[in-house]
């Protein structure tokens, strides 16, 4: 991957991680915020090989588990899952589109939600319906609308890649 990309996947990365913690804790919009932290991952995914987005799913899975007090560890697990997904769905699914990059968000979000149920505990289980589908499905079209807007501000997940 060329130098430049290097910076802006990174910059892109740590403004979406620093934002992302504005809105859920600084601000206190809890739900109301988008998850910047798995649209980060799905991002970078698509710039880097599975090892560098898993550290990247690891990095982020942390930071979001440092706030959590009762299932630490179900967002390191589910991150760090979907950024290996996320990176190796580049080798079977070369798009650029808005449609992909769209549908690539999407079910993004939805395996990270389905990863983390299937990692916590029976006693903060929701049902599947509830969680999984219903929520799941509803942000998972929230982070491709402001993934579509993050990657055309700055250029991430689009044409020119280096193998």
Avoid: C
Avoid at 16 to 22: G, I, K, R, W, Y
Avoid at 42 to 56: D, F, K, N
Avoid at 129 to 135: G, N, P, R, T
């Amino acid at each position: 991957m060329a130098e430049g990309r290097v910076v802006r996947v990174g910059v892109t990365v740590g403004l979406l991680a620093a934002t992302h913690f504005l809105l859920h804790v600084g601000f206190s919009w809890g739900r109301g915020a988008p998850d910047l932290l798995t649209l980060a991952v799905l991002l970078a995914a698509r710039e880097v090989r599975a090892g560098p987005a898993a550290a990247v799913g690891l990095a982020m899975g942390l930071l979001e588990d440092a706030l959590s007090v009762l299932s630490f560890g179900a967002n390191t697990v589910a991150m760090t899952i979907v950024g290996i997904a996320g990176a190796l769905s580049r080798d079977l699914f070369v798009g650029d589109s808005r449609f992909f990059l769209g549908a690539y968000l999407f079910l993004g979000k939805v395996a990270r939600d389905l990863v983390r149920w299937a990692s916590v505990g029976d006693e903060l289980r929701q049902s599947f319906v509830d969680q999984v589908l219903i929520d799941g499905a509803v942000s998972g079209l929230y982070v491709a609308a402001i993934g579509w807007l993050v990657a055309a501000l700055t250029g991430v997940a689009s044409a020119g890649r280096d193998p």
